[in-house]
């Protein structure tokens, strides 16, 4: 019997030792996989081209598991796998750094930096502040006493979740099942139209699944306080991005922080960049997979156990 062979993508240095019976061999995601590799049975994916992405299907024919080390594997299952393989997501590898990232921008559209960084680029001292106070703002500038609701509360948002209350802010997650998860209350997608009045800031964290394609629309920014910041970090395709526009521009919610977009990247032309009150960062928020070996020696130790993997995904 032939030994296993692990293809593993050289973008990131990457410490896996593999066990016996187990090759590993490091591919380059820019290049179509060498002949004599194409026997591979598992192969890890992070930052692989669309279209190299799209050949792996044909280029392994004996590919039976692909391990991912994204949190959201919506790219992956588009790329046309086979049902004989399985994927696997990054699972935990990204919590602290979009946690992080979430919470920057949160501080941001709270102490309003974004306004700051355009005043300093002009060399102007902006109207209304005296030292670090600021004047006749109203609605949401700080953490403290806040209600952040957060929508797809998974490892990223209960990692959040604990920086947050750190600051003083009550949470709230919403996920498919209602109860309690790491302390936290969790409540359903249908308890929203009472949460979300209650609202100071929502965060997204959702998958771009085709159920949750739009998800977030016209109704959910009417149910929030004209004072509201709404965040994204999930998908962009959750998200009626002609919606916010709106909402941000009759001033229906107060601002927005988007670090994901439906096309990306975010086209020159689009009306969002001029949005009033909106924060961009270019789908940023991770791309720093933390200890992505440990996950891959985990779970191939499970595959070759024949035990059920850690982060199986599917459509």
């Known amino acids: 019997m032939s030994d296993l062979k692990i293809l593993v993508p050289t973008v990131i240095p990457i410490d896996l030792e593999v066990p016996a019976g187990v090759v590993r061999v490091d591919y380059d995601v820019e290049q179509p996989v060498p002949e004599e590799h194409r026997d591979a049975e598992v192969v890890v994916v992070w930052l692989n081209p669309g279209e190299r992405l799209a050949a792996l299907p044909s280029e392994l024919p004996r590919l039976r598991w692909v391990q991912g080390l994204m949190a959201g594997t919506d790219a992956v299952h588009a790329a046309g796998f086979g049902p004989d393989v399985v994927i696997t997501a990054g699972v935990g590898l990204h919590d602290q750094p979009v946690a992080e990232h979430t919470l920057a921008m949160i501080l941001a559209a709270a102490r309003r930096l974004d306004e700051t960084v355009v005043a300093q680029r002009e060399h102007r001292w902006l109207d209304g502040h005296t030292g ?21 509360f998974g490892g990223i948002g209960t990692t959040l979740a604990g920086y947050l209350t750190a600051l003083g802010a009550e949470v709230v997650g919403v996920a498919r099942s209602a109860g309690e998860r790491d302390g936290y209350r969790v409540v ?25 394609d739009g998800a977030i629309g016209a109704e959910v920014f009417a149910a929030l306080p004209r004072h509201a ?73 499970r595959y070759l156990a024949g035990e059920e993997l850690l982060g199986v995904s599917t459509p």
Do not use: C, Y
């Not at 941000?248 to 990247?265: C, H, K, M, Q, W």
């Open 188 to 212: 359903t997608p249908d308890d929203l139209p009472e949460e979300l009045p209650r609202t100071d800031v929502l965060v997204d964290i959702l998958p771009g699944t085709q159920e949750l």
């Open 229 to 301: 910041w709404f965040v994204n970090v999930g998908r962009g395709v959750t998200v009626d991005e002609v919606a916010l526009e709106a909402a941000l521009r009759s001033g229906e919610i107060a601002g927005a922080a988007l670090d994901v977009f439906r096309e990306e990247p975010l086209p020159a032309d689009s009306p969002l960049w001029d949005a009033p009150n909106l924060i961009i960062t270019p789908h940023s928020a991770g791309g720093r997979p933390q200890q992505p070996g440990r996950l891959i020696a985990e779970n191939l130790r």
């Open 132 to 152: 670090n106070q600021i004047r006749n703002r109203t609605g949401f500038t700080t953490l403290a006493g806040s209600r952040v609701t957060i929508w797809g």
